[in-house]
């Protein structure tokens, strides 16, 4: 069977144009990933200030890098339980709230606009969705939920003294 010389270069030009295409999409491919690389390697910048007020760790970070790090807070509620009804002003400090170090519980509390101070959580008084405190936090008062982590890193990073032994 003989295929004519009009489709033949059909033939190559669909071939030709797939071979293009596909270069394009593994190029465009590579770039997402490189810039994926880079986005995971580009380092978090460092608290504005870290700071020792009333015996308190205060850290200091401007929005813009709350938001780049991914720092959200959330106002903790009363408690609704029976154990709400025998301790007067408890209420409930969620899981993703808690940073442990040397075996005690954590929670930064966000004291302004650009201020976290970290404050010890009783971690006596488990519930369903977090822990029931009665001191140390107030109703309304805005915890970091997510970044707590983060911040625990740069508060204690500040403190690393090269050359040291």
């Known amino acids: 069977m003989r295929i004519s010389r009009g489709l033949k270069i059909v033939i190559i030009s669909i071939a030709i144009c797939g071979v293009i295409a596909l270069l394009i999409w593994t190029f465009l491919e590579g770039r ?5 690389e880079q ?3 580009r380092p978090i910048k460092a608290p ?3 700071s020792i007020v009333h015996g308190e760790s205060v850290i200091t970070l401007d929005a813009a890098t709350q938001k780049v790090s991914g720092i ?3 106002a903790l509620a009363p408690s609704t339980s029976e154990a709400r009804r025998q301790a007067y002003s408890a209420v409930v400090v969620p899981d993703a709230a808690v940073v442990w170090l040397d075996g005690k519980a954590w929670v930064y509390v966000q004291k302004g ?3 976290f101070v970290r404050k010890e959580l009783s971690s006596d008084r488990p519930s369903a969705s977090g822990w ?3 001191k140390n936090f107030l109703p309304g008062d805005r915890v ?7 911040l625990l890193s740069e508060e204690f990073r500040s403190q690393i003294r090269i050359g040291e032994e």
């Open 113 to 115: 606009p650009e201020r």
């Open 144 to 150: 970091v939920v997510q970044g707590a982590q983060l």
């Open 39 to 41: 986005e995971r390697e």
């Open 132 to 134: 029931i405190v009665k």
């Open 48 to 50: 504005l200030r870290v």
């Open 72 to 74: 959200n807070t959330a």
């Open 32 to 36: 997402k990933e490189l810039a994926m």
